[in-house]
Nanobody
Framework: QVQLVESGGGLVQAGGSLRLSCAAS????????MAWYRQAPGKQREHVAS???????GYTDSVKGRFTISRDNAKNTVYLSMNSLQPEDTAVYYC????????WGQGTQVTVSS
């Protein structure tokens, strides 16, 4: 079954760090761009970062210089390392495989306190 499983979220103080993981079924990981998205309460889901099969990365402006996306193809896992977290980063974080999106996972909650 095709599946995305996010983990690694938690409660941190402003300025802290977290590392999120997204484990994907091999059939949906190989040869696909992977991306992280987030949805804050009352807001639409937004793109955060992407990484191609070749390792090229892209970030939304608000996280540039603070977040780093990476992938381990042997483990079918994509990571999001988040530093200098701010309260506005509070959201549920999801991964997916643009542009051919599959069913969203349960996400992982990130809460940043001020």
């Amino acid at each position: 079954q095709v599946q995305l499983v996010e983990s690694g979220g938690g409660l941190v103080q402003a300025g802290g760090s977290l590392r999120l993981s997204c484990a994907a079924s091999g059939s949906i990981f190989s040869g696909r761009t992977m991306a992280w998205y987030r949805q804050a309460p009352g807001k639409q889901r937004e793109h955060v970062a992407s990484i191609s099969t070749g390792g090229s990365t892209g970030y939304t402006d608000s996280v540039k210089g603070r977040f780093t996306i990476s992938r381990d193809n042997a483990k079918n896992t994509v990571y999001l390392s988040m530093n200098s977290l701010q309260p506005e980063d509070t959201a549920v974080y999801y991964c997916n495989t643009p542009p051919l999106f599959i069913s969203w996972g349960q996400g992982t909650q990130v809460t940043v306190s001020s």
